[in-house]
Nanobody, 127 residues
Framework: QVQLVESGGGLVQAGGSLRLSCAAS????????MGWFRQAPGKEREFVAA????????SYADSVKGRFTISRDNAKNTVYLQMNSLKPEDTAVYYC????????????????????WGQGTQVTVSS
């Protein structure tokens, strides 16, 4: 069983930065792509960023491109989301997730391509 635990959320002013972490249990972390999604109140969950299992390829939603950076440390079983220049519209619960595909050839941007999810961490950006 895989467990994902996010941390690093909080309250920040517009223009500020936060770094989210997602620690994964299990020995197979390094062989699966990982992703970050977010869900704002009254809205559907949306893709934020993803990274291939080897870390060589990444993808971002247009709304965060140039401001957010996803990375992973396979030795620590952890994936990160560095968020800079935060905006009030970034306010949401942020979830990390593990993709379904062992050593997949790419990253994945759809929620149905992920089978394990963390409990989420709240990010609130004040104006």
């Amino acid at each position: 069983q895989v467990q994902l635990v996010e941390s690093g959320g909080g309250l920040v002013q517009a223009g500020g930065s936060l770094r989210l972490s997602c620690a994964a249990s299990g020995r197979t972390f390094s062989t699966y792509a990982m992703g970050w999604f977010r869900q704002a109140p009254g809205k559907e969950r949306e893709f934020v960023a993803a990274i291939r299992w080897s870390g060589g390829s990444t993808s971002y939603a247009d709304s965060v491109k140039g401001r957010f950076t996803i990375s992973r440390d396979n030795a620590k079983n952890t994936v990160y989301l560095q968020m800079n220049s935060l905006k009030p519209e970034d306010t949401a619960v942020y979830y990390c997730a593990r993709a379904q595909y062992y050593r997949g050839s790419t990253y994945y941007t759809r929620a149905d391509e992920y089978d394990y999810w963390g409990q989420g961490t709240q990010v609130t950006v004040s104006s």
